[in-house]
């Protein structure tokens, strides 16, 4: 059974940093490019970054360049966002996919 678990959301402040995980199992984790997605309130869901199988490769949207970084651990089968600078706008629900998977999603509320 596949399954894509995210962990690591929460309440921060503006400029404040994050990091989200999310583990992996059920399929071979080290074969699949994975990304992170986010849907704000009100709002399509959206690319945020994504890392090639053996993490040579990374993609970010133009909001988030230079101040989140993704990151694989394929012998724990774990994809991270280190989420820096943060802002209101990163206000949402951010998901973990790989291939046709996706996790249940995490809560990253930035306010002061």
């Known amino acids: 059974q596949v399954q894509l678990v995210e962990s690591g959301g929460g309440l921060v402040q503006p400029g404040g940093s994050l990091r989200l995980s999310c583990v992996a199992s059920?399929?071979?984790?080290?074969?699949?490019?994975m990304g992170w997605y986010r849907q704000a309130p009100g709002k399509g869901r959206e690319f945020v970054a994504y890392?090639?199988?053996?993490?040579?490769?990374?993609k970010y949207a133009d909001s988030v360049k230079g101040r989140f970084t993704i990151s694989r651990d394929n012998a724990n089968n774990r994809v991270y966002l280190q989420m820096n600078r943060v802002n209101v706008e990163d206000t949402a629900v951010y998901y973990c996919?790989?291939?046709?998977?996706w996790g249940q999603g995490t809560q990253v509320t930035v306010s002061s």
């Open positions: 996919q790989g291939g046709a998977y």
């Open positions: 059920g399929f071979t984790f080290s074969s699949y490019t």
């Open positions: 890392i090639g199988s053996s993490g040579g490769i990374t």
